[in-house]
């Protein structure tokens, strides 16, 4: 339902649409990215086999919702400033994505993280099988 959603809201995204706004897409993406991973973790949800082995997919998803995040936190940063509480929970969420994905400590330069094919296909096949 989620994914749906997401899909959704990205069909209504013009290029009138205030970066803020994208900034609450990307925010969004980032959180549905993370509580896929954390219920991967917990054995809430199943991997199919052609998505990868489950680490894999968690890991993913995690440097996928880390990505999300940095957008968010760059768009509210030029929206809002760095002491906005849409900037906060944005940097509260990369502290700990970076926490998880990387074992690094809170580093307020964001770096891009661009995905690698193989992680691109992993998500496809992981999105198709939470669309069905």
């Not at 917990?42 to 997919?57: C, I, K, R, W």
């Not at 964001?110 to 296909?121: D, K, R, Y």
Request: aromatic share 6%; net charge negative.
């Amino acid at each position: 339902m989620a994914v749906e959603a997401l899909s959704m809201a990205h069909s209504m995204v013009s290029e009138s649409t205030p970066p803020h706004r994208l900034a609450e897409l990307a925010f969004v993406e980032g959180i549905v990215c993370f509580c896929q991973a954390e219920a991967i973790s917990a054995g809430y949800l199943d991997v199919p086999q052609e998505a990868g082995s489950p680490e894999f997919m968690r890991k993913d998803l995690l440097v996928t919702a880390l990505s999300e995040f940095e957008k968010a936190y760059a768009q509210w940063c030029n929206a809002y400033g760095e002491k906005h509480l849409q900037t906060v929970k944005a940097i509260t969420m990369i502290g700990l994505l970076q926490s998880k994905v990387n074992g690094k400590t809170l580093n307020l330069k964001p770096e891009t993280l661009n995905p690698s094919p193989e992680q691109g296909q992993r998500q496809r096949a992981w999105h198709a099988c939470l669309c069905r």
